[in-house]
């Protein structure tokens, strides 16, 4: 079993702390949304929840592809650092990066209402940021490449 390094530690507290931060200042809320509470909203795309409709269907898709993010975050991040082969965290790390890209769309979608995401949201959404490059930078010692062995052999 591997250990994994700080920067990926750092990321899954980033994640787990962003989900109890607000992460939305909406003016229809009472108060501000709350980490958790804004996953769920998001899901409402097919995870139906009264009184809340997207305004097209692709901001549903990409809530719930965001969503799923999340999901894959919180359930394969553990398991790929643990057991992951090298190229099976490797392409954790390029996935995790493709998360922090693609979860770019919500600035984007909010427009020139950016200004409401706030903490929450961004602390979750650097989350994958570290964790892609705590994936890019983690060692494990048993999965040297045939390259890095003869390096170590040949600097005797």
């Not at 693609?102 to 650097?126: A, D, K, P, V």
Request: charged content about 10%; some cysteine.
């Amino acid at each position: 079993m591997r250990k994994p390094n700080l920067i990926i530690l750092l990321a899954w507290t980033a994640h787990v702390v962003s989900w109890f931060l607000p992460v939305l200042r909406a003016a229809n809320w009472h108060e501000q949304v709350r980490g958790w509470l804004a996953i769920r909203l998001a899901a409402c795309g097919v995870w139906p929840c009264q009184g809340i409709q997207f305004e097209a269907v692709h901001h549903a898709v990409l809530a719930t592809i965001s969503v799923l993010t999340t999901i894959v975050f919180i359930l394969c991040s553990p398991l790929v650092v643990t057991y992951g082969s090298a190229k099976g965290v490797r392409f954790a790390a390029w996935a995790a990066t493709a998360a922090f890209v693609f979860n770019t769309h919500w600035i984007i979608i909010f427009g020139s209402e950016r200004s409401q995401l706030t903490t929450g949201y961004f602390l979750w959404w650097l989350s994958f940021l570290l964790l892609a490059i705590g994936l890019f930078t983690f060692h494990d010692r048993r999965s040297w490449s045939h390259s890095d062995r003869f390096v170590q052999v040949a600097g005797r």
